[in-house]
């Protein structure tokens, strides 16, 4: 069983920047493919980034260019830095991994979920 635990979220004013954290417990998932999800009140659930055990990486078009994923995995934990945010930002913010060593692009096909944490970008 793999445990993720997100953190990091909080209330930041538009333009400012926010590092998200997600760390793994049980096997060493974050040596597979990890990815960033967000979640708006109303709004379906979306993938903003994304990172393989070789460290490719894929953005969403909404956040390339001011956010970027990385991986530690010494400490078995993948960052999400979140520069020049806006209120469109706003959302509940998921890390996911999934039994393999590439990326993917839609939640169903990722294994394990954090519970996720709340970002709020006020204008």
């Known amino acids: 069983q793999v445990r993720l635990v997100e953190s990091g979220g909080g209330w930041v004013q538009a333009g400012g920047s926010l590092r998200l954290s997600c760390a793994a417990s049980?096997?060493?998932?974050?040596?597979?493919?990890t990815g960033w999800f967000r979640q708006a009140p109303g709004k379906e659930r979306e993938l903003v980034a994304t990172?393989?055990?070789?460290?490719?990486?894929y953005y969403a078009d909404s956040v390339k260019g001011r956010f970027t994923i990385s991986r530690d995995t010494a400490k078995n934990t993948v960052h999400l830095v979140m520069n020049s945010l806006n209120p469109e930002d706003t959302a509940v913010y998921y890390c996911a991994s999934r039994y393999s060593s590439t990326y993917a692009l839609t939640a169903d096909r990722f294994d394990w979920w954090g519970r996720g944490t709340q970002v709020t970008v006020s204008s």
């Open positions: 990172i393989s055990a070789g460290d490719s990486t």
């Open positions: 049980g096997r060493t998932s974050i040596n597979y493919g």
